[in-house]
């Protein structure tokens, strides 16, 4: 039976549900920073009975985890990650694990672009993770017969190499992969969900995420502030297809972070419309059969220089997102020039056939 020990704290799931966080979402409170990292650390050695941790796991959910919860369960998580940080400095691109259903995942190609381009490019994804179970960057990679399980030191040598690397959840975060069963039993997406996809295993200082609503890109922003692990100068996120790390044709919000001294970080928000770039189409023209192969085939039209299409906008576009969250041009425009530049010189391409030989 869970119970206050030595090994973990005073706080077992059970007692922090009874006593803390589990009331409810108008009368829950929040938990401390050392009440969430032990229930994290009992999570992880395996400790709660399943009915205990889906309570805890829905409580959460219910109640909406505060930045400072989340950074508690980001540290714990990272303390466990093995980190192997290349040469380059990338872009770490932190899309939702569980995948896409509908549309094209644009975020190898546009990364491929963007590698081209002279912007190194971290992903990172596990192999159909709970709850949808649908196509990731793991997918897409495998299609395009780029080798995907591998182990970090690998995944940073390919960055360094080809300018484009993905690192593979079971290899670097293994405690987090030992949850898909008990995750997958749930039925719902977890706090779980939200953490992994802050894990930045190359050590990156820049982010590139997704969010449903700005509340949430706020709400990331101030996890990765809080965050012991983390020391990130710059996070760009946007209203992405699917909850993905892929710009919606149209109208999207986007939320922009640069770091500083106390109030000298600045956080802010602003619009796109992709009309505005000479780009037209609709989310519907995004819409795919197969998303892991129809992905992959799309990536190396455009990436080969044999598209001309809305597909060709649409990942530079991303890629373009890409180039500028790092800094490396002034603007959006500036980062469309140099996308497409990357696709006519050939670079792009070049860069998808090292990831092939790597």
Request: some cysteine; overall charge negative.
């Amino acid at each position: 039976m869970a119970q206050a020990t030595e090994e973990f704290g005073e706080w077992p799931l059970k007692r922090l549900m009874t006593e803390v966080c589990g009331s409810g979402p108008k009368s829950a409170d929040d938990m401390t920073r050392e009440q969430a990292t032990e229930a994290l650390r009992r999570i992880f050695a395996g400790e709660p009975d399943d009915t205990t941790l889906g309570a805890f796991w829905l409580a959460n959910r219910w109640k909406r985890n505060d930045p400072e919860e989340l950074a508690a369960y980001v540290d714990e998580m990272c303390s466990r990650v093995e980190y192997a940080e290349p040469d380059a400095d990338p872009v770490d691109c932190g899309a939702n694990y569980d995948g896409k259903g509908d549309t094209a995942l644009l975020g190898v190609a546009a990364g491929i672009v963007a590698a081209g381009a002279g912007t190194p490019v971290v992903v990172h994804s596990g192999d159909r993770v709970p709850t949808q179970k649908q196509d990731a960057y793991k997918h897409v990679l495998d299609e395009l017969d780029v080798r995907t399980e591998l182990d970090p030191a690998e995944s940073a040598d390919m960055v360094d190499e080809a300018g484009f690397g993905f690192y593979y959840q079971p290899s670097f975060n293994p405690d987090v992969h030992a949850l898909w069963e008990r995750r997958d039993a749930m039925g719902v997406r977890t706090f779980v969900n939200t953490v992994e996809t802050l894990a930045n295993p190359a050590g990156a200082d820049v982010h590139l995420g997704s969010f449903y609503h700005l509340a949430f890109a706020k709400k990331v922003v101030d996890t990765f502030e809080r965050s012991e692990f983390h020391d990130l100068r710059r996070v760009i996120m946007f209203q992405g297809m699917e909850g993905y790390d892929d710009i919606r044709p149209g109208y999207t919000k986007v939320a922009e972070w640069n770091a500083g001294e106390g109030d000298d970080a600045a956080f802010t928000d602003y619009e796109i419309e992709t009309p505005e770039f000479g780009m037209d189409f609709e989310e519907a023209d995004l819409e795919v059969e197969d998303v892991a192969a129809d992905s992959a085939r799309i990536a190396e039209e455009v990436v080969s220089g044999d598209r001309t299409d809305h597909w060709r906008d649409a990942v530079a576009l991303n890629a373009a997102f890409r180039v500028y969250a790092r800094e490396d041009v002034a603007d959006l425009e500036e980062g469309l020039d140099v996308a497409r530049e990357a696709i006519d010189d050939g670079s792009a391409a070049a860069v998808l056939s090292d990831l092939r030989a790597f």
